[in-house]
């Protein structure tokens, strides 16, 4: 890790993340392979913005599950979230907008969040809609504390198994990766080489892993 800015740890099986999260690609491969790219978005930074894309769901649905609960019943309010979290988290991978990927950079900050919740659980209880209220609250401590995530990753993990060739860490670092080249009209034509060191690399912690075990 190159300094205590830098968000990672180059391992000889991936990059790890100080979120906890696994890139199966190593510094020397999107050196090799997109080096152009990283003269433009260094690799932190785009590890960062990989991160906070893969927690978007939870981001968006912060933000709009006060706006359902004030125009909607709790029960279509509370549906829509869990239907809009489970749709975000499984076609998100595929479009990691760099315009859409810093939007949600902004909204993830927890003191804003708290904020807003203030103010928009102030409203509903002034409105006496308590059940709202209620959902609101326990909605904002699920979302926060990952609860909502793990419990619809049972529905999502396998949905984005089908949907996508990569991990989604991976499919998303490389989406971001391709999408700055686009940006700044550079040429990638090593990206499927990205892909094949992602699989390789993945193949190789695995096994290692039951070699441990």
């Known amino acids: 890790m190159e300094g205590s800015s830098t968000p990672y740890i180059d391992t000889p099986y991936g990059l790890l993340t100080e979120g906890g999260r696994w890139y199966h690609v190593t510094e020397k491969d999107v050196e090799e392979y997109a080096g152009t790219v990283l003269d ?3 690799l932190g930074q785009l590890l ?3 991160d906070t894309w893969i927690d978007s769901a939870r981001t968006v649905v912060v933000w709009v599950l006060p706006l359902m609960l004030w125009g909607l019943s709790v029960e279509w309010a509370v549906g829509g979230a869990f239907v809009l979290f489970t749709a975000w988290a499984s076609l998100s991978p595929a479009l990691p907008s760099l315009l859409a990927v810093r939007a949600v950079s902004m909204l993830d900050h927890v003191l804003a969040q708290a904020l807003y919740y203030v103010l928009a659980m102030s409203a509903v209880a ?3 809609t308590y059940g709202a209220l209620g959902a609101g609250l326990l909605g ?3 979302l ?3 609860v909502l995530e793990w419990a619809i990753g049972h529905v999502v993990r396998p949905l984005r198994q089908s949907l996508y060739p990569l991990p989604v860490a991976d499919q998303v670092l490389r989406g ?4 700055v080249a686009l940006k700044h009209r550079l040429s990638l034509p090593q990206v499927d080489d990205i892909t094949k060191n992602i699989l390789d690399n993945l193949d190789s912690h695995q096994e290692t892993d039951t070699d441990a075990s």
Request: proline share 5%; no cysteine.
């Open 48 to 50: 960062r913005w990989a």
């Open 126 to 128: 002034a409105a006496e």
């Open 40 to 42: 433009h978005v260094p």
């Open 140 to 142: 904002f401590v699920l």
């Open 144 to 146: 926060r504390w990952g």
């Open 176 to 179: 971001l990766i391709v999408r």
